[in-house]
């Protein structure tokens, strides 16, 4: 989550026409990350939560790559929001490590929280 409040604070320093363009696709990525591991925790199996830590592993790519070009481009102050995204891969890719010998096996129950 902080990777994302991180890169809705860079993204407001790019020109206003990016705004609707590499702005929105950058914050759209760093929503994406947390919200593919909320819900691929969610469904309950191993295998759902691989495929959706694959989905966030993917937008953690785009954003990277958009995150680097906004850098090169407009000389976006990008340090912090990268310096957060590797933290983010590399937990990600320590997830993948410890689950993929579990695969088959099902997730602990669900928590109720209404």
Same mark, same amino acid.
């Given at each position: 989550?902080?990777?994302?409040?991180?890169?809705?604070?860079?993204?407001?320093?790019?020109?206003?026409?990016?705004?609707?363009?590499? *702005?929105?696709?950058? =914050?759209?990525?760093?929503? &994406?990350?947390? &919200?593919?591991?909320?819900?691929?925790?969610?469904?309950?199996?191993?295998?759902?939560?691989?495929?959706?830590?694959?989905?966030?592993?993917?937008? *953690?790519?785009?954003?990277?790559?958009?995150?680097?070009?906004?850098?090169?481009?407009?000389?976006?102050?990008?340090?912090? +929001?990268?310096?957060?995204?590797?933290?983010?891969? =590399?937990?990600?890719?320590?997830?993948?490590? =410890?689950?993929?010998?579990? *695969?088959? =096996?099902?997730?602990?129950?669900?928590?109720?929280? +209404?």
């Amino acid at each position: 989550m902080d990777l994302a409040k991180e890169v809705y604070a860079v993204t407001t320093a790019l020109p206003a026409h990016e705004h609707y363009g590499l *702005a929105s696709q950058m =914050r759209r990525c760093a929503v &994406s990350i947390p &919200s593919n591991i909320a819900e691929g925790k969610r469904r309950g199996t191993t295998k759902d939560f691989l495929q959706f830590l694959r989905i966030a592993d993917g937008s *953690a790519s785009e954003l990277e790559t958009q995150l680097l070009l906004a850098t090169e481009i407009y000389s976006l102050q990008s340090k912090t +929001a990268l310096a957060l995204l590797g933290e983010v891969q =590399r937990m990600l890719g320590g997830m993948f490590k =410890r689950m993929l010998p579990t *695969a088959s =096996r099902k997730l602990p129950a669900r928590h109720s929280y +209404a």
